[in-house]
């Protein structure tokens, strides 16, 4: 069983940074893909970013190319979303994910457990 708990979220007007936290439960979190997923009101959930094992591979939706960051501390069981220049339309909750086989995947159903989320609001 894999906990994960988000942090980091809060209000900040378009522009505005937030660097959105994920601790993961276990002694084995080296070896998950990790990702993140955000959900607007009355959306589905989408893909965010995504980040190997290793860290040496990343992924990115359109949306977050050239504004997000993802990254992660094997030693802290942590994974990490550094987003810069929020919009409006980045407004949602935020969820990480862990993936058992770490396959680096963007797509939802191939993620083991997800954390709580955490709210993400960018005023405009």
């Known amino acids: 069983q894999v906990q994960l708990v988000e942090s980091g979220g809060g209000l900040v007007q378009a522009g505005g940074s937030l660097r959105l936290s994920c601790a993961a439960s276990?002694?084995?979190?080296?070896?998950?893909?990790m990702g993140w997923f955000r959900q607007a009101p009355g959306k589905e959930r989408e893909f965010v970013a995504a980040i190997s094992t290793s860290g040496g591979t990343l992924s990115y939706a359109d949306s977050a190319k050239g504004r997000f960051t993802i990254s992660r501390d094997n030693a802290k069981n942590t994974v990490y979303l550094r987003m810069n220049s929020l919009k409006p339309e980045d407004t949602a909750v935020y969820y990480c994910?862990?993936?058992?086989?770490?396959?680096?995947?963007?797509?939802?159903?191939?993620?083991?457990?997800w954390g709580q989320g955490t709210q993400v609001t960018v005023s405009s």
């Open positions: 994910a862990a993936d058992l086989y770490g396959i680096n995947s963007s797509t939802l159903d191939d993620y083991d457990y």
């Open positions: 276990g002694r084995t979190f080296s070896r998950y893909g």
